[in-house]
């Protein structure tokens, strides 16, 4: 039976922090238990607590704080949806450095797709998805016009389709090459067909790690600018975090207090999702690379520091669905989708799987002690998932050791 938002999620999460039990990891960490306080007493933290988080020697205790606010908000239930990537084009007038995807105009696999191939892509999983998520490479030559006529033919074909599309630095690349506003660029992919805008290509928002990584792209003010126009037309966005390049730990927390104060003043974004830097085939040799430890302590911090953006992803398709497992249980609620086809996580190296099926993502969730609630792509419809057959075990999740 479809739920709505206030069956799975809970506004008054404080006050249920307040009377959980708290684990002995957090009772006994001044760092976790002032960050505790903080959450009950005024729902936020500081930059100096988010740092102390990041550094503090007991991995456990910032998982378990995170997790205890993970639950004050959605009990033990875990999200996911059916939907499918489909990629526009891979050509892209820019090099970031970090980029194993993109392809220059004349390579051998470069690919821009037109109406009939995008929707041939799409066919084989129309009866089984409710959501396209379409992102792609700067093409030199398209404009908005040649989005709205994907969209808008999906649409016609697929009514019951979400299309998630377009990143911040593909939108402002759309506006110039059809020398329309960036508002103006959104209002027609909307009427199009446009649903929502993924939040890829946030990378990290401090420009002097974007020079070094991702030179050329949108700044960190346009970023948001870009989503808070967005919001300001109804249209939602998700925010990302791509980390383990260049950047200081400093860095990333201050990203996530930009997304905060983003969101504290228009509202759209609903769901953040951290990722850490793959190195394959990419070229940034100095890139520090996350390590799971690391992956997993992110997550978490990002649960406690982004008190205003309700979902936390682990995002199995660059993470793999071994550690999104156990990210379940540190502070995310939702673990993307069936995903089906992708290509820029797994030209960086990922090897996750793109044939889990809808039961296959319920029977990972179950396996990690939580509840799978199947949710539409604008968080507003959910439903439980009954398993036919109960798992005959519970994998438990892998224990990853403490930072000495
Ligand atoms: S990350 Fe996006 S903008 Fe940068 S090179 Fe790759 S496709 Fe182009």
């Not at 102390?52 to 959605?74: G, I, Y």
């Not at 009990?75 to 891979?90: A, G, I, P, R």
């Not at 504290?264 to 830097?277: A, K, M």
């Amino acid at each position: 039976m479809p739920l709505d938002a206030t069956a799975v999620s809970h506004s008054n999460w404080r006050n249920r922090l307040s009377s959980m039990e708290i684990p002995l990891s957090v009772k006994s960490n001044n760092v976790a238990l002032d960050c505790l306080n903080s959450l009950i007493s005024i729902g936020r933290l500081t930059f100096e607590q988010g740092v102390k988080l990041m550094h503090d020697p007991s991995l456990n205790s910032v998982t378990s704080l995170a997790d205890m606010v993970k639950r004050a908000r959605f009990n033990d239930y875990v999200f996911f949806n059916e939907n499918l990537h489909v990629n526009s084009t891979n050509v892209c007038v820019l090099a970031c450095r970090f980029c194993a995807f993109r392809k220059g105009p004349r390579h051998p696999d470069a690919y821009s797709l037109n109406v009939d191939q995008y929707l041939e892509r799409i066919r084989p999983f129309s009866s089984r998805i409710d959501e396209v998520h379409t992102v792609g490479g700067l093409h030199p030559t398209w404009t908005v016009s040649e989005y709205c006529e994907l969209f808008s033919n999906l649409k016609n074909e697929f009514p019951h389709i979400h299309i998630k599309a377009l990143t911040a630095v593909e939108i402002k690349h759309l506006s110039k090459r059809s020398s329309l506003s960036i508002s103006d660029t959104l209002s027609r992919l909307s009427e199009a067909g446009l649903n929502s805008l993924p939040g890829g290509g946030a990378e990290i928002l401090v420009d002097s790690v974007r020079d070094r990584i991702c030179m050329g792209k949108e700044s960190s003010d346009e970023y948001l600018e870009i989503h808070g126009a967005a919001h300001s037309l109804g249209i939602s966005t998700n925010c990302t975090m791509l980390f383990g390049t260049v950047e200081s730990v400093d860095d990333r927390i201050t990203h996530l207090l930009r997304l905060r104060e983003q969101q504290d003043t228009s509202f759209g974004f609903q769901c953040f999702v951290p990722y850490p830097f793959l190195p394959d085939k990419s070229r940034l040799p100095e890139a520090q690379l996350a390590s799971g430890q690391e992956v997993i302590r992110m997550i978490s911090v990002s649960r406690l520091m982004l008190d205003n953006i309700p979902h936390i992803k682990a995002y199995r398709m660059n993470i793999g669905d071994k550690l999104a497992s156990y990210a379940i249980n540190c502070g995310a609620d939702d673990v993307d989708g069936t995903v089906g086809h992708e290509e820029i996580m797994h030209e960086a190296g990922s090897k996750t799987s793109l044939t889990t099926s809808s039961e296959q993502m319920a029977r990972m969730i179950v396996s990690s002690g939580a509840t799978p609630i199947k949710r539409n792509s604008s968080y507003s419809v959910f439903e439980i998932v009954n398993l036919s057959e109960p798992n005959r075990t519970r994998i438990l999740p892998v224990i990853v050791p403490e930072v000495s």
